[in-house]
Nanobody, 126 residues
Framework: QVQLVESGGGSVQAGGSLRLSCAAS???????????LAWFRQAPGKEREGVAL????????DYADSVKGRFTIFRDNAKNTVYLQMNKLKPEDTAMYSC????????????????WGQGTQVTVSS
């Protein structure tokens, strides 16, 4: 059973930074480097939205327009971990952030991701 476990969330003032981590474990036959990885977020009363995604070897990444230039996604396949560096945080970045793994390249559709973490809360105060 594959498990994705996020960490690094917390409360920060606007303009601050946080780094989220998502580690994979408990896999059998699951090859971490075969999967695209993504971060999604969901704020109360809003739909889940894609924030950032990265290709299997980390050479390709994409971002939601709302976070471009502020967030960076990167992965370390040797550690089975993906990260989301979030800088210049804004109150509108407040949400539950979840990582996901899937084999469809470059997709923003939640249905294309097979494995999900439980999420980590990010709260940005003004």
């Amino acid at each position: 059973q594959v498990q994705l476990v996020e960490s690094g969330g917390g409360s920060v003032q606007a303009g601050g930074s946080l780094r989220l981590s998502c580690a994979a474990s408990g896999y059998s036959g699951y090859i971490y480097s075969n999967y695209w990885l993504a971060w999604f977020r969901q704020a109360p009363g809003k739909e889940r939205e894609g924030v950032a995604l990265v290709s299997t070897a980390g050479e390709v990444s994409d971002y939601a327009d709302s976070v471009k230039g502020r967030f960076t996604i990167f992965r370390d396949n040797a550690k089975n971990t993906v990260y989301l560096q979030m800088n210049k945080l804004k109150p509108e970045d407040t949400a539950m952030y979840s990582c996901a793994a899937g084999t469809v390249g470059g997709s923003w559709s939640t249905g294309d991701y097979e494995y999900w973490g439980q999420g980590t809360q990010v709260t940005v105060s003004s």
